[in-house]
């Protein structure tokens, strides 16, 4: 069974910077595409980056330049680093393998980013 663990969100002032872990149990993360998603209250769950077994990255237009998603193929672990964070980054933020541009697996409890101005 596929188990997607999420961590690393907290409270930071807006222009700080946090790092987002996601481990997984089940499922070898540099065999596919990962990406990170994140919902806000009240808005869609969207995807913000992704990272392929090659390790190409693709970024959101909102996030390109500021976030950045990277994987540990030893610690089977993908992170996120999210610098010159603004208030508009407040989400839960998710990770989940990619296929055919879809989530393919249930999602983990995610993280919460709140950025305050």
């Known amino acids: 069974q596929v188990q997607l663990v999420e961590s690393g969100g907290g409270w930071v002032k807006a222009g700080g910077s946090l790092r987002l872990s996601c481990a997984a149990s089940?499922?070898?993360?540099?065999?596919?595409?990962t990406g990170w998603y994140r919902q806000a209250p009240g808005k869609q769950r969207e995807l913000v980056a992704t990272i392929t077994p090659g390790g190409s990255t693709n970024y959101g237009d909102s996030v390109k330049g500021r976030f950045t998603i990277s994987r540990d193929n030893a610690k089977n672990t993908v992170y996120l680093q999210m610098n010159s964070l603004k208030p508009e980054d407040t989400a839960v933020y998710y990770c989940?393998?990619?296929?055919?541009?879809?989530?393919?697996?249930?999602w983990g409890q995610g993280t919460q980013v709140t950025v305050s101005s």
């Open positions: 089940g499922i070898i993360f540099r065999a596919a595409s």
């Open positions: 989940n393998v990619v296929l055919s541009d879809s989530p393919y697996y249930n």
